[in-house]
């Protein structure tokens, strides 16, 4: 039997879809990519908006550490009057 030399593994070819230095938004209705610049504290999800603290495990391996909680408030107190207006208006 023949052994196919350009064939990858499992592993091997689940670690090629593996995104180092990326985490996901929490926000389970958006779940966007974040990336985060090196050394910052905060980072904001493209998608939705919100803000989460980071921490930096590694100079090159950050992870979320939660929300800001007073941007998010902001942002969905801003959604939930926008979302009361056009109940009003129909």
């Known amino acids: 039997m023949a052994i196919d030399k350009d064939k990858l593994s499992e592993a091997e070819a689940l670690r090629k879809t593996r995104t180092y230095g990326k985490f996901r938004c929490i926000n389970p209705t958006c779940m966007g990519r974040l990336t985060a610049t090196a050394g910052s504290d905060r980072t904001s999800c493209p ?12 100079p090159d391996f950050p992870r979320i550490r939660g929300p800001v909680w007073e ?8 959604a939930a009057a926008k979302r009361e207006s056009s109940k009003e208006e129909k």
């Open 71 to 78: 941007v998010n408030r902001r942002i969905a107190q801003e």
């Open 47 to 58: 998608v939705c908006g919100l803000q989460f603290r980071v921490a930096w495990v590694r």
